[in-house]
């Protein structure tokens, strides 16, 4: 379950989209209280249906009529609310376990568009969010133009570990882009690819190298211009002892481009490679390990 936008507005995933796994999501829009969604989220963890929780805070808020919400719970549950200040073109359409809704739109047909594409789309859940908003721009969309997008996606059960990200499944923003539903997507084309390369670190672990081998090259097949993909897979090759089966990554390390020479560095004197004729288990580990890098700060 989740919540996909679309906005002319810098942002708009930051203060829309409402997830957590086992829980349930929300979606505030227009005139936006975030209080919605921590709270609905706060409500539906309590065990109360999201169309009960939803009611409970419009109630207490004196200014629902300019509000946008939808929320929905880990059994389906759900329901939306347009209040009758929106700005128009304003509506919803709640159909089952979905809602789609907008405001501010160039005209009336958007969000039956938006409900239409995601009932029609085969695919997982993500592919039909980014389905029913693309509808929404081909209807007319947002009558201001297009800005920023984002998709929250968490999974339908909690691991109780959500500190280690197994439980979102996809939490994507484009805060500021001329075309934010097409980067949105190509967003997420990289996060299947890299949860491809991902899983074939897992399975080298296991020990499970010809499994480990098909999810690198499905990685390198949904993202051929990330060199950093088959570059891992060759590595692998070299540490298994497999350096006969071929890897594109052999000719990104040497070919004369701008990327490879770095890569050529980045394993030497790690692990072999074609170019570099180094090999070391213990540092290449060291290598997999260190690739993140990052910053904690209080001003």
């Given at each position: 379950?989740?919540?996909?936008?679309?906005?002319?507005?810098?942002?708009?995933?930051?203060?829309?989209?409402?997830a957590?796994?086992?829980v349930?999501a929300?979606?505030?829009?227009?005139?936006?209280?975030p209080?919605?969604?921590?709270?609905?989220?706060?409500?539906?963890?309590?065990?109360?249906?999201?169309p009960?929780?939803?009611q409970?805070?419009?109630?207490?808020d004196?200014?629902?009529?300019?509000r946008?919400?939808?929320?929905?719970?880990?059994?389906?549950?759900?329901?939306?609310?347009?209040?009758?200040?929106?700005?128009r073109d304003?509506?919803?359409?709640?159909?089952?376990?979905?809602?789609?809704?907008?405001?501010?739109?160039a005209?009336?047909?958007?969000?039956?568009?938006?409900?239409?594409a995601?009932?029609?789309?085969?695919?997982?859940?993500?592919g039909?969010?980014?389905?029913?908003?693309?509808?929404?721009?081909?209807?007319?969309?947002?009558?201001?133009?297009?800005?920023?997008?984002?998709?929250?996606?968490v999974?339908?059960?909690?691991?109780?570990?959500?500190?280690?990200?197994?439980?979102?499944?996809?939490?994507?923003?484009?805060?500021?882009?001329?075309?934010?539903?097409?980067e949105?997507?190509?967003?997420v084309?990289?996060?299947?690819?890299?949860?491809?390369a991902?899983?074939?670190?897992e399975?080298?672990?296991?020990?499970?190298?010809?499994?480990?081998?098909?999810?690198?090259?499905?990685?390198?097949?949904?993202?051929?211009?990330i060199?950093?993909?088959?570059?891992?897979?060759?590595v692998?090759?070299?540490?298994?002892?497999?350096?006969?089966?071929?890897?594109?990554s052999?000719?990104?390390?040497?070919?004369?481009?701008?990327?490879?020479?770095?890569?050529?560095r980045?394993?030497?004197?790690?692990?072999?490679c074609?170019?570099t004729?180094h090999s070391?288990?213990?540092?290449?580990?060291?290598?997999?390990?260190?690739?993140?890098?990052?910053?904690?700060?209080?001003?």
């Open positions: 379950m989740g919540v996909a936008v679309q906005s002319h507005w810098f942002s708009v995933g930051s203060i829309v989209t409402w957590e796994a086992g349930g929300v979606a505030t829009q227009s005139f936006v209280d209080a919605y969604g921590y709270k609905g989220l706060e409500l539906m963890r309590a065990g109360v249906a999201a009960e929780a939803l409970r805070l419009l109630g207490a004196a200014q629902r009529e300019v946008q919400v939808a929320m929905i719970d880990a059994q389906g549950r759900v329901d939306a609310f347009t209040g009758k200040l929106d700005i304003a509506g919803h359409h709640v159909g089952v376990q979905y809602s789609a809704q907008a405001n501010m739109m005209n009336a047909r958007v969000w039956p568009a938006m409900a239409a995601f009932e029609t789309t085969r695919g997982d859940l993500a039909r969010m980014l389905a029913a908003l693309e509808a929404a721009q081909a209807a007319g969309g947002d009558i201001r133009g297009k800005q920023s997008a984002a998709i929250l996606i999974k339908a059960k909690s691991s109780g570990r959500p500190w280690v990200g197994a439980d979102r499944v996809f939490d994507l923003r484009v805060d500021d882009h001329p075309e934010p539903v097409a949105l997507k190509r967003l084309r990289l996060q299947r690819a890299y949860a491809h991902n899983r074939g670190d399975l080298v672990s296991e020990k499970k190298i010809d499994e480990a081998l098909k999810e690198y090259t499905a990685a390198g097949e949904l993202a051929p211009e060199l950093e993909l088959p570059f891992w897979q060759a692998t090759l070299v540490v298994v002892g497999e350096r006969q089966r071929p890897c594109r052999s000719g990104g390390c040497s070919r004369g481009s701008r990327t490879g020479p770095t890569w050529c980045a394993c030497r004197p790690r692990a072999n074609p170019t004729r070391s288990r213990a540092s290449w580990r060291s290598v997999r390990r260190s690739r993140y890098e990052g910053l904690g700060a209080r001003d």
